[in-house]
Nanobody, 113 residues
Framework: QVQVVESGGDLVQAGGSLRLSCAAS??????????WYWYRQAPGKQRELVAS???DYAGSVKGRFTIYRDNAKNTVYLQMNSLLVEDTGVYYC?????????WGQGTQVTVSS
């Protein structure tokens, strides 16, 4: 059984920082060769891609968010700086590739003004 688990979501003031973590475990083939993504979904909005570890970032987060992975720990991180109220939402981790596609349950990020 495969598990993808996000953590690190919290309530933070605008201008603050958070680091999200996503850990994968279980029977995942060629995990090192798969791509990790962070998505987010704000209330009443569609889920959107925030970042991938292949270097793609949503325009709204470029220069503020950084995605990086630790293959030894099967974990990917999303460092979020200079947070804005509009960064509020549920952040989901997705691991995809080699015919596989796994999602986590999401972690809530709330940025207050």
């Amino acid at each position: 059984q495969v598990q993808v688990v996000e953590s690190g979501g919290d309530l933070v003031q605008a201008g603050g920082s958070l680091r999200l973590s996503c850990a994968a475990s279980g029977s995942i083939i060629n995990l090192d060769a798969m791509t990790w993504y962070w998505y987010r979904q704000a209330p009443g909005k569609q889920r959107e891609l925030v970042a991938s570890d292949s270097g793609d970032y949503a325009g709204s987060v470029k220069g503020r968010f950084t995605i990086y992975r630790d293959n030894a720990k099967n974990t990917v991180y999303l460092q979020m700086n200079s947070l804005l109220v509009e960064d509020t939402g549920v952040y989901y981790c997705n691991v995809a590739g080699w015919g596989q596609n796994f999602w986590g349950q999401g972690t809530q990020v709330t940025v207050s003004s």
